[in-house]
Every structure is written in C-alpha cells, then in structure tokens.
DNA sequence: TTACTTGCAAATGATTTGCACGTAT
DNA sequence: ATACGTGCAAATCATTTGCAAGTAA
C-alpha cells in the first residue's frame, strides 16, 4: 500500500532524488537533511522543532524555517512523510517509512504512542462502502493520558 | 456519557444558563442566538459562517466575530459543542445533543457524513487498555470521495 | 547558462486579546 | 453599582509567499 514502508536510509535517499528528478526538482543540501534527520531521529516533528534541530546541528548551513516548511509539505505531497494535526497547536511530521498506524497523544505530556489494529481498518472499509463514500485517508487519534501521567493525578 | 444527548432546545438552553450562573457569567442575547443557532440549523458552523450568518439574521445585533469566537470555545469548554478539524483550514463545529459519532469528510465538496460504530469504540478501549492508557476522547475522520465526486472523477 | 532554491522579511489567515463602552445581575 | 460582556482594532501564531541572490544540473 504505502511504496515506502521499510526502507532504511539509502533506499529513502533514492527514492526522494527520483522522485525530485522527475518533477524537475533540484537535490539541495537543506532536503538532504531534512530527510536525514526525520530518518535517524524517527521522532514525530514539528516544523519548529525540526528547525531548531537543523539550525543547530547544522549551524553553517543557515536553514530557513520557509525551507523546513517547503520540504515537509513536499515531502508529505509525495507521501514520504505524514502528518498529525493538533489544531491550532499545528501539525507533527514523521517518516512514513514504517507501516501504516495510528496514534495515541497524552494530553499532560504529549507522549505519542503508536499503534495499529487492521479490524478498525477493515470496519472503516465496510462502513465508508455502505455510506457509497471512497477512502483515500483517514486519522484515527485516542487522546488521553498515559500511564505516568495518569498515576501523577490522583 | 455526554449530558447534552438528545436534549431539545429548551432543556439545552436551560443547561446553558445553569452552566453560566455556576461561573458567574452572564446571559446574553449574542451567546443566546449562537446557541438557537446551532440547534436550528443544525449543521457544522465555521466560526465565520456562522458569525455571516448571526451578522445577517440578526442585523440590529450587530455581532462580533470575537464574541463568536469566545461563544464558541466557552461552549465546547463546557462540552456543549463539539469541533472537528480541518488542520490550517480552521475547525467546524456542532452542538453535542447528538449521540457521539464521526465523520467522513469529502475532500472535493466538504460534504460530512455522520456515522457511528460500536465495534471500533469498543477496539479503541480495548487498545487503550493493553497500552495502559486512559482514553479522555477521540478523533476519527474518515477522508476522501463522497458518492457524487468520485463519479464527477471518473 | 538556465532554471530551480534559498533565506529573509513581509504577507496571510485563523484566532485571540486589550480596551473603553455597554449591559446583565 | 458592580462585574462581566461586547465590538473594534491591534496582536499573535503558524504558515506561506515575493523577491533578489545563490546554486544544482
């Protein structure tokens, strides 16, 4: 389903310059390490945070937040990367090199945990096929608290 | 579970002032037609449409879209309207006097459908569960093609 | 050389807030 | 009379965009 799950880093890599020389898109060292750091992290990200990060570790490249944005947006147009909105709070980036899942979000912490459960799946198929309507996506979110912070409030 | 299922629109009305008094706030005509609002039309209101709407139904009124604003949280604070997300699109919102559901959305039109299942509800806590984790509320959209855009596509 | 990219700063769009005036209680 | 509420305009916050200079192909 997803031409990207499992691929480890070099795989990755080719799969973006392809994906860039076939639109026409030029490799750049900022896209370099935006898909690099997303990979070795594996975290979900920010915009902000991931910025930060790359402004840091990368100090003589001078990154642009305009940059940061530009690439995870056309990393997610691709389906290299996905995303998970909090509302007003903005969104969190991560690699979609692993297999599809959905995610559980502390509301005290903001720990994510992840998970996947194909039952759901198939009953969102049934249900999206009886309401004549056709998925291309979906977004499942349990929020909550974790264990830790549920323990910390009583 | 949610106090507000299936009350019509005196009770909810009722409840409102109650919840108000409790904060020592105020009734007043603006938070009254947001509410009337909400019940008789029964639809899911973006702020803005929604404050269109007051600005022309009840010129003499003349409502900001700041009290709109307000209104509304202060509403789905008390658990009296619910929200969905459309990421930077902003959020739409109803009255929670139905019963919990979710929704498909139509990524061409912006058609909403409703629907409701207990066999996922009951996954989810049972997810939840294993990962000792303390559901408080969740979010699950559905998106794609509604029957009448898909056919437009093809 | 020729586009495409970038960082920067300004623009945008949704939402929030400060403030002086208005109004439920 | 005393808060609390309101409209307005300005502020905020995340994100996007125009532009001149930089760089991959």
Redesign the interface.
């Known amino acids: 389903m997803n031409t990207f799950e499992n691929l480890e880093y070099n795989s990755l890599l080719t799969s973006f310059k392809e994906l860039l020389k076939n639109n026409s898109l030029k490799f750049t060292k900022q896209r370099e390490v935006v898909l690099k750091t997303l990979y070795e992290r594996n975290e979900h990200f920010t915009p902000e945070d991931l910025y930060i990060f790359l402004k840091s570790t990368y100090p003589q490249l001078n990154i642009g937040i305009a940059t940061v944005y530009r690439t995870l947006n056309l990393l997610e147009e691709s389906h290299m990367v996905t995303s998970i ?1 909090f ?1 007003v709070a903005g ?1 969190k980036f991560e690699l979609a090199n692993k297999p599809h899942h959905d995610h ?1 979000i ?2 005290t912490c903001g720990l994510i ?1 992840e ?1 996947q ?1 194909d ?2 799946e198939q ?2 198929l049934e ?2 096929k009886a ?17 830790k912070c ?1 323990k910390e409030k009583s």
């Open positions: 909105s509302g969104k559980m502390c509301k945990i998970f459960n039952k759901i009953l969102q249900i999206a309401n004549h309507f056709h998925i291309t996506s979906h977004l499942m979110q349990l929020r909550g608290l974790c264990e549920a």
